[in-house]
């Protein structure tokens, strides 16, 4: 029993920090009554997403790290289990609930009346379905471990701790988990590193910790597959503290919720496989990279994730990343046909080449229900707030990118379609290109049986917006620019354009994004920057975007030479060509004659080639050169 109590000791320590606050427990204690229940708390309510009658366990977490007596907390425990209660969503009442439980419960387990302990004991499974997987099948390990702890049963401790460790692998194509490319998918080609994934290095790496020195500890093979998925995966994936909201999910939809969690909270991933990995000085300079300690964790970057199709940038100063959906990968997180919990109701659009871009870091803080979802970042859509649902199981099958590392380019030849009132068809060729000061986005052979916009951005309005150095005043306007500066990003135009720019003060109900219960208004509301292109009239785009740059440096830009047609996208820059082939075929641009073999894409820089192929397209890949 020693080890186990030592164990239970750990898992106490390990939650300290983040329920201490002993004001806010003395309240609890203060108000507990003698039932054990609080009378704030609604213990037959079935809210959704978040089932709200479980802060009885926070609260009574917050009392028993504060020190206070032990009766009360057991007082608590006895009253919820002195009923049956049960929420809509299978989540909470098979893993979230024993999660919000174990705390306090190991906390006081040996002074627990044994008909009480054995009612607790029995919301802990002892075995894990085939079915679960990724950050799923860990939630219920670790709820095998809990069980183990309760009941002194070193057995189940070993069998949880097993099975934490089977979630732990590089998946093979079509599962879910940890990809080859150390992207994570969950509930099918849905890319979720910092949702579900963030979940699985976070509790892998907290039982790393319980269990070190001990007959349980981590295979040391599993915690460097982790180590991988931090640092191949994640972290090209947050700029700073601020983490891309492409990987997030559904969580996208939760900023009503007033929980703050801190910006550093990879330091306790990061501290745990630094004490167990030889990457030690590439973890040092990553955590001092989310501290702002430095503007790169050691070097700069363009990755593509071609498991999930994603592309990722970096430079001193900025970031920016590309996400698409296709036939192979999901635009939207469903289940049966559904957004999840009514978590995402109108983001039928978010994996449609949305691009965004962040130099402060802020510029899309919960901005979610102010977002007008018909004009999202990057995206050529018709002007509609599609549901989830309607836009989640794609149809495009040309779609992927390459990088050198440096450099990249991404591409979708988009065929999609949705029905509402009528069936609507839409699509065209989409490209964008990553360079150093400057990401080029390029669009042809756009169509549309409805309206079709091409949105810039649509972010938080700071500052001034300024079109050709004149100074726009908030409101609605239609505009033929060169470019447009607002908040140290630069839209430049590469050919004539007519834009739209709207921006002002707006105000919406989280309500509108998400099925919350709840008679609170969930108000937001702030100035958010819109800029769009109408293909009313056109049926092509091509601008660029400077990241962290001045008006002086917007009206000095020198358009790179670059090529948009059916059958090529093309951007030559200072000796690096980035290209598309839409088809097998030939290009003239800059100093080089290029010829493929088939449908590619292509990184040319200096005498280094890089290529790849569009899933379901053709591998073998033949590149011609000569100088022009």
């Known amino acids: 029993m020693m080890i186990i109590d030592k164990i239970a000791d750990r898992y106490i320590k390990c939650f300290s920090h983040s329920y201490r606050n002993d004001s806010e427990a003395q309240m609890f204690y203060d108000t507990l009554r003698s039932d054990g229940s609080w009378a704030d708390i609604d213990y037959t309510g079935k809210t959704m997403p978040l089932w709200q009658s479980v802060n009885h366990f926070i609260r009574l977490n917050a009392i028993i790290l504060a020190g206070l007596d032990k009766s009360a907390v057991i007082r608590g425990l006895d009253f919820w289990f002195s009923a049956p209660r049960e929420d809509p969503n299978w989540w909470w009442n098979d893993i979230g609930f024993p999660m919000r439980c174990a705390f306090c419960t190991v906390a006081v387990k040996d002074s627990l009346p044994e008909e009480l302990k ?24 670790q709820n095998i471990i809990v069980r183990g702890i309760i009941s002194g049963c070193s057995e189940l401790i070993h069998k949880g701790k097993t099975y934490l460790e089977d979630t732990v692998f590089i998946s093979k194509e079509g599962e879910e988990g940890i990809q080859p490319d150390f992207s994570f998918a969950q509930h099918g080609s849905f890319l979720y590193n910092y949702g579900y994934g963030l979940a699985l290095l976070e509790d892998c790496c907290k039982w790393i910790g319980i269990l070190a020195d001990t007959q349980f500890q981590f295979k040391s093979e599993k ?12 972290r090209y994936m947050c700029y700073h503290s601020t983490v891309d909201f492409n990987t997030i ?6 900023g009503y919720n007033s929980k703050k969690r801190s910006k550093y909270f990879l330091d306790k991933v990061i501290d745990t496989l630094r004490a167990e990995s030889s990457l030690k000085s590439e973890l040092d300079e990553l955590k001092g ?23 990722t940038h970096l430079r001193a100063g900025y970031y920016a990343s ?38 402060d870091g802020d510029e899309y803080f919960k901005i979610f229900p102010l977002w007008n979802w018909a004009f999202l970042p990057g995206v050529t859509c018709p002007e509609v707030e599609l549901p989830t649902e309607q836009g989640a199981i794609m149809q495009s099958d040309f779609a992927g990118g390459v990088s050198d590392g440096v450099y990249g380019v991404c591409a979708i030849d988009l065929h999609e379609s949705f029905t509402l009132d009528n069936p609507v068809h839409f699509g065209g ?9 400057e990401i080029i986005q390029l669009g042809c052979e756009l169509y549309s049986d409805s309206t079709l916009n091409t949105t810039l951005n649509q972010c938080h309005l700071k500052g001034a917006v300024t079109a050709d150095e004149k100074e726009i005043p ?13 908040n140290k990003i630069c839209y430049c135009f590469l050919q004539p354009t007519e834009s739209v720019l709207n921006f002002g003060f707006k105000k919406a109900s989280w309500k509108r994004i998400a099925a919350i219960s709840t008679q609170d208004s969930l108000e937001a509301s702030g100035d958010i920057f819109t800029l769009y292109i109408p293909h009313a009239k056109s049926n092509t785009y091509a601008f660029a975007v400077l990241p962290n740059s001045s008006v002086i440096e917007a009206a000095k ?29 030939s290009l003239r641009i800059g100093d080089m004659d290029i010829t493929v073999n088939t449908p590619c894409f292509v990184v040319i820089n200096g005498k280094k080639i890089h290529t790849s192929a569009p899933k379901g397209f053709p591998q073998d890949i033949n590149v011609t050169i000569k100088n022009a």
């Open 118 to 141: 054995t009612k607790i004991i029995s919301i802990y499974n002892t075995e894990i379905a085939e079915k679960w997987t990724g950050a799923n099948r860990t939630w219920f390990a």
């Open 223 to 234: 915690i460097e597959i982790l180590c991988r998925l931090l640092l191949d995966g994640n």
């Open 249 to 254: 999910g559904r969580n996208i939809v939760r």
């Open 289 to 311: 990279y989310i501290h702002g300690d430095s503007q790169t964790p050691g070097f700069i970057w363009t990755k593509m994730f071609p498991c999930l199709n994603f592309m």
């Open 322 to 359: 590309t996400r698409f959906g296709s036939k192979y990968v999901l635009g939207g997180d469903i289940s049966n046909g559904k957004c999840i919990n009514g978590e995402g109701l109108i983001s039928g659009f978010q994996a449609y080449f949305l691009t965004h871009y962040l130099v």
């Open 429 to 437: 060729k989409k490209a964008c290109f990553y360079f150093d000061n």
């Open 474 to 486: 908030a409101g609605t306007h239609k505009i033929k620019a060169n470019y447009v500066h607002h």
């Open 557 to 585: 830009y020198i358009v790179p030479e670059y090529v948009n047609t059916k059958a090529v996208q093309a951007v030559y820059r200072n000796g690096v060509l980035s290209a598309v082939f839409y088809q097998s075929g």
